[in-house]
């Protein structure tokens, strides 16, 4: 840690934002000292470094310093281990027991391998226990919870063996599991696996191989209402239901990791781990990679095995017409975010957009897609007959509706690094024109104009092959791959027959009629031979290089013999006497995932402000109503009943429901036994029967003065219709928010979070350069923000030029602008009427908003990252430096996350807002991250690659499907670049995008309305797309989405739950009484036959339609009749017949 | 009078119980030559058991179900039954049109079943009339017993009287509508009638009383008598009242034959043991190799099948895979050829399960006709549950998927002896009391879950284990499967036991078990 290492320029910009962020807070201290917060300052510790952010997150004081000791020293893991033995052997903090040491041990270790940011460690571990093994010795049980999650599973793992070293040092025994106890085990995870999900299943075998052999006892809370059947009551496992944070650890932790955990134990020599060597060498059985390594990349289908409606599929497994990979990076792909051209989002019906999730085949399980116009565009057959490329997206929108097949989707390109992370072997590379490129240069010393070398006449690139030898360009080859000899036979014939090429014009033409009927017309389009049919003819231009790949000359006679292979491509080469290399060789099967995120944050139910008011705002929670609501015809008007901490103020003794007392002191908790009804002080349980102190009562509180007071507080007028409270409070202590702040977020139309910010939430997106005129920004603008030249060293003048950008600076989309807008003005109002200080923003357009601060934080994590808001984009996503999104521990696979504006946050935020349930610390910005260090973010942002060209070797290691890492050396990557100046600047990208945001405002997976609207563009798509097999969609779609929903509602339905509509009470099954014992209210199902019914129709006309195999049909066929019978009286049906019938049973 | 106390039934002789358990289940080396042994076993019939159990003398021989057992079990000194007969003449009544004959040397009279009488429109005041009928069927039968009064006049009435307040004891009776804990390990039931409903307080002091509680499930109907706290809010029990059977039901007179009971064949599952199934088949046409087994198949006058004949589709995930019959159809078109084969002077009556191709709400109607044409003739499909006369002996058919809630939830019933599940359903007068776990229910105009009258035996299956108890009077069987273990099973630890056949005599009740294994 220690000094940030960067170039002048980065240390000015980290500065003025250090600057900027202390200047906040000294406003937000002021006005805080003089409003009704829970405390007088601002409640979010600011942290420079991990050792910092570790330390305010455990609590554990000593802690950062130690850690920054220890980092000079070694690795991150290492010194995670080391730093929990110290806390652990009490060399750091102070505890009472053994127990809560190692307890503590084990929380700091993990938030050192989080980086210090993620929830995992204070949320994930419930507690840690001691317990007995049968020969009296004591052992460590962990108890993990579903936050666990969170931390990955690394860490999940890493946290099992800090259990390990921490209890040597302290003298406690290992874990010895009873028989029972470690089939209880087998018989959970895979109960775990069936009711949630999870990424790896390990085999019973190896569960087994872990209980017995693990030395720390990984323990649970129950999380899932399934309990297990078969090994129940034991002894000392506390529960029948299943321990999802256990099943978590074991499976995705040790099963998936123990390669990690291996190698930290052999640096460590730690002993008693030698089992892992039989899980590695077990795991490696596996087919796939054993595959992959000998040269074969085979069609993987998991990312379509389960498939939801209305989310297409857009190829099958590695099939001819998918995705064709590009090797590359655009200034906003990478970091598991690939670009396409836009027009495929077009032609693909508009599903997919920026940010826009999808679950890919390779490398990664998903990506999130951006626009890059640089790579090639779909390939589609007109109506006309007509097969052309689309690469521009106007094009592509004039063309649309005259789409009849989608014959190639066209390219995706996708990082080096994204292979790397995934530890993918390398595809073999398409001969694209970077590659071309080198081969040209290797051979030709000619200076061509670059715009002519990347679109080359037919001439040129014939010349270029016939007098040096260069490869035929990318241009001019075909996918000769995609087709056999037979079918290369027979369209050489047919040429040789029915062709005609005139040499003036270059233009093949063969008879449509004739084509059509061979099949020929089919093989051209495999092959991408584009064309046009005009007048019953097919005319394909430039088309001599591909009459000398089929072994002809320009009479289009035969020239060659069809050689003696069956690989294609040689055979072109053959007969042309050029080298030509494979064109698609890699083709990557894809299917939407979810659609982008740009939507502000909302609770549900929404709410403005922390504020309890029960029922009495009826069920939009309604601070109005509440304040004209009467319990009873002559009851108070405004009196509600609801529940509230009491508190008193220790200076003037009065009672009160808030932080503050109307004297201006600080009010404490009122504490009394729930039971005695005795007040007790300075203690925390009950002298008289030792149950816990609550300051919890249901009160009569009188809102209609408060509601009245705060509004006079802030001078605004009483003539709002809708401020949203909560029914009861989540925190505590339940004390409420100061009810002014409700009042001016309504009147700005904002909501809040649980912790009392205002959140907008938006995909990922990672970007690293940016141009002032796509950001709806000047270059002047950029320059005030302290960007001085371009990419190239050209002082920065345009707003045309590309600009690296700087990693804390952030993109948002325009309606994340509006709202930020509208936080600002709520901001400022709140500063000036409620704090009674200056305004800070003063922000009228969203323009004013460019260089305001803002806080990121992602969901599962606690620690804020300081941001600077620079521009704005059509696109609903959120773009940052990936650095960015990797201090917040995201990737770009389709994850999203939020922003708030800064002095709402060091405003608004308190923890004592933060419900008091498990979970309720995540998504919360307990500590703030003022500075982003390459080395302190989630690590798979080193393994990004920033060159502006791969090199030539990388391209020839493709063809080996070498291993990704082989590569490191010679690929200019992040890891290589840390502890430089470098880490923070000159960064490029291989492949350009002339529009960021390009591409459709939003996935019509939002646009379409119901499920069957988009279950029938999902078909109708596949119908257009070579690639994809509609029926196979169907099938799946029914299977994996329709069939199990119409089983769970069908079953719902018999084993609902019933709902007062008055007061929302629940019930489990319906009251003797028919109404609601506790309101009188009306009770209705919470399961009707429409929600059983709802896909029934759809299921059987797409199983119809498509064929779907007899069984699934079947299956629907045996689901509508269960419905019938249960929804229709069967006396109605039968009268009479069974009368006529009686004494028998047909 | 005699004292009922001194009948030694299932309930309170657990030992019995084990013994008996393990006397079908564990002996696995003799089971397998079960076939050739009862030969000689079945030479001295009807004990076929007892005289290979004698080979064994470590084991309990007087425990099993031949004439030592029956002996020791039913002792002569019965009485009538008392139970008030309303329940009897009321089903009777309530079921006119339920009410199906099929005449003929082996008659069966179908007493209520749901097939054709389904009045399910997916209503809410249909879930709450399917309740309230279960309410005042099974009150009606606790209250023969105690003096209870509505729930609703506990709370009009001031029980606040000075001194010795509280000490009057009162009885409610209610349904079971939320079970807790308090802090100190007490027991808090909500207890509900159509008028209101009210906390029951079960203090752990008291062992018995709260031993019993901690079976109590959701949704039973219970009689609690107790007295009311000072401040009226809760009721501090003295005594649970289950519906039960009355310890005076007397045995009744049989007729002549047997029965054979079976459930859970599974054809068209992979794991369906067609051999085993075909000696059974021969077994049944009197094709046994063995004279005595001969003979015995021709006293069979019923074949009884509790449900899930065949494997179905659909049912879980991926069960594609474990099938050798992809097709419903065709899987029904080989059960009933194997149907087919059986004599026709044994009348054999089908009732579907949770892999039948019905609705999976029960109680569930009969196989569609559809289906039932691929069947002989003379085979009489009916629900589930469905409850049956057979030439005078009253049989309860039911399926049992309730087993799997009472597996879970009643301390000390298990899948290895399920015909303690059934014990508890018969404890409580109905056969799936709790509502909203794993039973799926259509919710009709009368709960068809209540045992009542009382049967002579009840016959379930589903979990794939055999297990025979009798309950005052009551033989319960829980017939096992023709299925071998499948891979969910074995995940679950469940080990089935299939291939094994229980054989009621209908004169007197005593069981036998057939292996075909």
New interface residues.
Partial sequence: MGETIASKEMHEYFDELEARLKEAIKIANTARARGGDPKPVVEIPLAKDLADRVENLIGVEGVAAKIRALEEKMSREECALEIGRQVAEGEVGNFATKKDAVEAAIRVSMAVITEGVVAAPIEGINKVELGKNDDGSEYIRIFYSGPIRSAGGTAQALSVLVGDYVRRGIGIDRYKPRPEEVERYVEEVVLYKRVASLQYMPSEDEIRLIVKNCPVCIDGDPTEEAEVEGHRDLERIGTNRIRGGMCLVLAEGLALKAPKVKKHVNKLHMDGWDWLDILIGGAKTGGDEEDEKKNKIKPKDKYIRDLIAGRPVFSHPSRPGGFRLRYGRSRNTSFAAAGINPSTMVLLDDFITNGTQLKVERPGKAAAMSAVDSIEGPTVRLYSGDLVRIDDIKEAYELRPQVEVIVDIGEILINYGDFLENNHPLMPSPYVFEWWRYDYEAACSEKIPEDELKDPSSVLALRLAEEYDVPLHPKFTYLWHDINRTEFEALREFVIEKGNFSVEDEILRLPLKACMENGVKLILEKLLVLHRVKAGTILIKEALPFILCLGLDCHLKEKAQMPDTDNMVNAAALLSGFKVLPRAPSRIGARMGRPEKSNLRKMSPAAQVLFPIGNAGGLTRNLVAASNYSASMNGKIGEIEVEMGIRECPACGKETYFWRCDCGEYTRPKLFCPRCKIEVRNSETCPKCGRKLTSVANVKLDFRSIYKQAFENVGEREKMDLIKGVKRLMNGQMTPEPLEKGILRAKHDVYIFKDGTVRYDMSDIPLTHIRADEIGITAAKLRELGYVEDIYGNPLERDDQIVCLKVQDLVISYDGGGYMLRTAQYVDDLLVKYYGVEPYYNAKTIQDLVGVLLIGLAPHTSAGVLGRLIGFTRASVGYAHPFFHASKRRNCDGDEDCIMLLMDGILNFSRAYLPEKRGGKMDAPLVLTTRIDPKEVDKEAHNIDVPARYPLEFYRATQEIKNPTELEGIMDLVSSRLGTPEQYEHFMFTHDTSDIAAGPLNSSYKTLGSMIEKMEAQLSLANKIRAVDAPDVAERVLKSHFLPDLLGNLRAFSRQRMRCIKCGAKFRRPPLTGVCPKCGGNVVLTVHEGAVRKYLEISKEIGERYGVSSYTQQRIELLDKDICSLFENHRVKQLGLSDFMSGSAR | TPDASNIPDASNTPDTLDIQSENILSDETSASNLVSDSISSVKAPPQTFSSRSSLDVNRSVSSFFGQDNSLSSFPSNRSFRTEPSSSEREIFLDSRDEY????GKNPVTVVSDIT??????????Q??QY??DR?SRLSEIIRGRINARPIESLKRRNFRRGGDGGSEEISIIG?V??ISST?NGHKILSL??????FSVLIRNSDKELFELASKIL??EVIGVTGSITNDGSLMLATKLIQPDVPNSVQRRTGTHGKAVLISDVHVGSSQFMEDAWLDFLDFLKGESDSEDMRELAASVRYLVVAGDIVDG??IY?DQ?LELDI????EQYRKAAEYFREIPERIRVIISPGNHD?????EPQ??L??SI??YFP?S???VGNPAFLELDGVRLLIYHGRSI?DL??TVPGVS?QEPAGAVLEMLKRRHLAPT???R????PEKKDYFIIDPVPDIIHTGHVHTLGVQRYKNVLLVNSGTWQGQTEFQK????VPVPARVPIVDLENFDVKILAFD
């Fill in positions: 199906k004959h099929y005449p054709g009488h389904s009045t399910c429109v997916g209503e809410y005041m879930f709450v309740f309230r309410y349904m509508s939320d802090t509900e009638d159509p008028t209101g409903s959701l949704d589709i659909g995930p594609e992809l097709d419903v159809y191709a019905v609705r999976q709400a109607p009969a569609p006709e039932q044409a003739e085979i009489v499909f799997d597996v879970a899948y509502y909203g776990s039973v799926s229910i259509s995940r679950v630890n469940l």
